[in-house]
Each structure stands twice: as structure tokens, then as C-alpha cells.
């Protein structure tokens, strides 16, 4: 390699190396601190930064930090379900913006009451049995505690004699 080319290979080096040094020294960090309206810390709260992809959740102190934001005005937009999402505009001018304290109130919507009602489905399962008791009574009345095993159930778990049944 010549040392003409050798030159060139150097100075080519140090222009890409001073450009990302001076890019970088352009982009800003925001930080800053979420609370609710009762002062606790809000944690877990999704902080985006809109129409950008850069974003961040809080800590369990309310806290957040975002790094590498170029210079320029934007809208901070701060959201947890069940406290009002937030817009705030800021802008970045030099190495570092730091926001106050960001005060999140509840969300007055409220939620339609959810009922969920399950049962288990046994094909063997027989509620009542007027063999248990030996009278009419229902199953409420009797003070005794059964359980009936039908012969489906015994053809079902393959049982060929009494102990295994």
C-alpha cells in the first residue's frame, strides 16, 4: 500500500469518527419523574415519545430516562390503563432536557361488571341417586356423605376386578 493511499485510508477515518462524535453530542436525554394525583410514584407507565420509535416505561419509582434524541420540538405522551393519558410538548436544544414531576389522574371510566361462571364437565357425574339413602330425600337433607361410582365409569377405567375399582 502506498503512502499516498495510506493517507486518504487515515483521513477518511478520522472524518467518519469526528461525525458520529458530533452527531451524537447533538442527541438529548429526557428524563423525568411520573406521580399519581395522591403523590405515589407511578410505576410501569408507558412514556413514548410520538411519532418517533423511542420510548421507555417507568420504574418502580416513577422514573425514566431516554437517550439518543436528535434536536427538535416533540410531544411526550405518558399512559397506564386505568390513569388518563398524558401529552406533554418539550423540545431538545442541547446534551440534556430534564422534565418536573408529571402528575397522572385516574381514569374516571368505568368497567361493566364481568361474571364468569364455569363448571366442570364429568359425563359421569350423576347429582342424585335414590339408591343412597334408601328413602325419598334430597341430596340437601341427607345427612350422610356419598359418592356414586356408576358402572360407565368402571367400563371406563377398564377395572376387571373389585379392589381395582
Known sequence: MSSKNFQKLILLLIFFTTSVVISQQNNGILKGKIITSDGNPAAFVNVIIKDTSLGTITDDKGSFEIKSIPKGNYILECSLLGLETKNISFSITKNETILNEIIL??????????LIVSQRLNQFAHKESEYVARVPLKNINNPQSYSVVTNALLEEQINTDLPSA
Open 105 to 114: 389522574k385516574e381514569n374516571a371510566q368505568e368497567l361493566d361488571e364481568i
